[in-house]
């Protein structure tokens, strides 16, 4: 195995989760129960996810729902076995199977606050979450447009508001929850554009229903943004922001059911940011890295990983919940969690434990499938729109790392870039410090469209590392030079 | 260009954006912090030199990498320390 410079020795534990939302703290926190050795790694300095965000830097943060369920977990894991190592970025994940082939390994590799950090386990969970999706229009780079999940992570962990006057577009509950939370905030929302007409809400309303709480809160939302004056615009998408330096306009305008911008009245607003969502996509790379099977879902954020009914997927020892493991929300992905947390623990010899854990397994999956109705109802509001992206300008820039407009990926294409890493290598798309995160679902997306082909068959990046950038500092990390291992010269 | 906080902090700590000293809330992201201060273009694209800040919050997207006492980092994951220098990526 190689080793890296400067690295500690690899521990050995029993299971590595990644990720310390919902889904990745309850599955650790399930695991050491059953007295397994755990260690739960984030980049973030606290678990709750992005949904759970805790507040920092002394904003005392939001009294909602969430705030309060975000601090129940973080109790709980703090009360927890549970060797948790936040600030740490995973860079690495390769397996790292036994010698004789039987048992399956992993060993994971992060950058934390004092250098690296190496693990190894049979068994390795991935709680990865989500990236926004923000389907490109013209000034959507310009400083003052942030995602509707990044308002979330201002709202709740910040303590900023984004502007004074700030437009809120996309599609989605987050549309909702954040119009309504900026204005709560004593900031004004001049407009809620929602790609979704009121006939796309309503077909979902029995299943909306089915979650009466989660419903009132929506209607909250609504008659507080509307009640603030803000003109509620069903069936409209952002065709523009403008500004020099930064967001200063937003011009909306009407689009059909599939996002394709409609002939009407386009509606300007003054505004000094904008929020935009139009959805979520699954933060797959370690799947992709690992060559498991994945599948492409639309409803589900694009591409999925394979799984079982424990979420093991085709790699034996690999499990992938939450939302990076398909666009369900919260409550699917803390039932996942404590499915997983379950079947770790069952896999340790524990099955039987005076019967409780084979009645603990039914409840779980009862609850699963009471979930989905709500999910699904909500992911289907989010998913992608294919006339949004075909109807992006050719001068607008798709890959915002490297500038890469929507007319050099479609002349690329015409020039025979026939897959996706091909698409890649000529136009350098995707191949920025984000690694393609938020550009690589309308690429793929671009792709499909201009050979007309399913978005099975364009297929997506191949996963490589480092996961995040690193630098070599962070790497290799103090050393002495009297240290480093010089191999004898070669005989002639 | 009006970010602001949404609460009072307990502590303001000296910060040099550039050279210039500027007092954000101690333990606030970078990000937000330099928002709240009136600076939202931390950076130029490298290709076309369009302005670009703080996009995703939540450490993926890099768009707020910048220089923080001579080493890149995500503002967005960054808490501001008394002292920091801050270096932007060519927005100034």
Redesign the interface.
Known sequence: MNRVPGSSDVSSVDVIVIGAGPAGAEAAIGAAEGGLAVTLLDEQGASGGQVWRAPVGGYPGKRDPEAAAGAALRARLQASAVRAAFGHRVWSVVRDDSPDGLTPGFRVDAVGPHGNLSLRAPALVLATGAHERVVPFPGWTLPGVVGLAAATVLLKSHGLAPGRRVVVAGCGPLLLAVAAGLVKAGVEVPAVADLSRRFDWLARMPAVLGRPALAARGAGWCARAALSGARMLSGHGVRRAEGPEGVERVVLGPVDAQGRALSGPEIAFEADALVVGHGLTTACEVTRMLRATHRFSRLYGGWIPEVDEHFETTVPGLFAIGDGAGIRGQQIASLAGRRVGLELWARAGHADVGGRRGSDFESVDRQLARARPFSDAMSGLMAQRAGQVADIAPDTVVCRCEDVTRAEIDTAIDQSAGSIDQLKHFTRCGMGPCQGRYCGDTVQELMALRLQEPREAVGQWTGRPPLRPVSLGELVGEFNYDDIPIPKPAPL | ???????K???LVAVTVEGETRQM?????LA??L??TGL???RR????G??????????????C?IHVDG??AQA??T??REGMQIELRGAR
């Open positions: 260009m009006s970010a602001s906080l949404l609460f902090p307990s502590r809330p101690e333990g606030m992201m937000s912090a928002a709240a939202r273009v931390l694209s490298p290709r076309t369009a302005p670009r800040g703080a996009f995703c919050l939540m450490g993926a997207c890099q768009e990498a080493a890149l967005c994951m808490p501001v």
